[in-house]
């Protein structure tokens, strides 16, 4: 396998891709951003990318949420096959002999940022905030002549492998139990068996800007009993108004209540994107009705058979 993830080394996405069996002995290449991993992949020069698509505190990571969803013409979909979750701690980094009285301004990711404001804004009020392609791309730039910034934001395993960044101060995220998630991505390996824990991820256009667009949908996973873990909305980009939903949802590709909801979901919307079903982690068993179940599926299914002969 040849693996590519947000870098460069010693991002969160890293250890994501780390917690992968065999991934730690694999070829990995470091992308400078979402996309470019994304198309590492499409292109074939990579078998599987690692990147970051919700977080606890800030939600969805638009970046992945925007570029899995825009598949090129004549290309096949990308596919989800595992999700990671990784404990999210952060720290402040700077060179050696910088005193937070020093730092005007702080650099590192925009979901990192948002994970630390309440305590920038009490500790550094006067601080400015430059956006930085990841986290470890930020504190590495550092070492660069003149980067623009005296201080940066990022892990604590970054930090420690890099003893020429000096750590001014230690777990300084707002929320001491954030999470972020992560996705590996293919481009044509198999979905992963069902294990009665699943998740499925689709993206779903909104056909028409009209009342009850969104209900129509929804209608489709409320009457076969299936559960949205997430929904997030996101601009398509063609004009004022056009909407894309990005969903989660507990289930299978291979449940028939699952099958059913996509015939449904399909004949609403025919842009439905199918990206995959793959074990969650959160959540425990899916706990259903017996009408939800697959046998009252097979067996309605059985019934109309016999009523056509």
Not at 82 to 93: C, D, H
Not at 214 to 230: H, K, P, W, Y
């Amino acid at each position: 396998m040849r693996y590519t993830f947000l870098g460069p080394s010693g991002t969160f996405t890293e250890t994501a891709l780390l917690a992968v069996p065999g991934a730690d002995q694999a070829q990995r290449e470091p992308a400078p951003s979402v996309p470019a991993a994304l198309k590492l992949v499409r292109s074939g020069q990579a078998d599987a990318a690692m990147v970051p698509i919700e977080n606890s505190v800030e939600g969805g990571v638009t970046a992945t949420l925007d570029a899995i969803a825009q598949t090129p013409q004549g290309q096949a979909p990308l596919r989800i096959i595992r999700e990671v979750l990784v404990p999210i701690s952060f720290v402040l980094v700077a060179k050696p002999g910088t005193r937070l009285q020093d730092i005007q301004t702080i650099s590192t990711h925009t979901h990192a940022w948002a994970q630390v404001r309440q305590w920038a804004a009490a500790t550094l009020p006067t601080v400015n905030y430059l956006p930085g392609s990841s986290t470890a791309g930020a504190a590495l730039g550092l070492l660069q002549e003149n980067p623009g910034y005296q201080a940066a934001i990022c892990s604590p395993a970054l930090a420690q492998n890099h003893p020429e960044l000096e750590v001014l101060a230690q777990n300084i995220g707002d929320k001491k139990q954030a999470v972020t998630r992560f996705i590996l991505v293919t481009r044509d390996l198999p979905t992963p068996a069902p294990t009665g824990q699943d998740k499925t991820t689709l993206v779903l256009p909104l056909p028409q800007d009209r009342p009850g667009a969104l209900l129509e949908i929804l209608q489709q996973f409320a009457t076969r009993g299936i559960n949205l873990s997430r929904i997030e909305s996101r601009p398509t980009g063609a004009a004022l108004g056009s909407y894309f939903f990005s969903i989660d949802i507990d289930g299978h590709l291979q449940d028939a209540r699952v099958q059913d909801a996509l015939r449904g979901l399909h004949r609403v919307s025919p842009g439905l994107l199918y990206l995959g079903s793959y074990p969650r982690l959160t959540g425990g068993q899916t706990q259903l009705d017996p009408i939800h179940q697959d046998p009252a599926f097979q067996a309605a299914d059985f019934w109309v058979q016999g009523l056509l002969g």
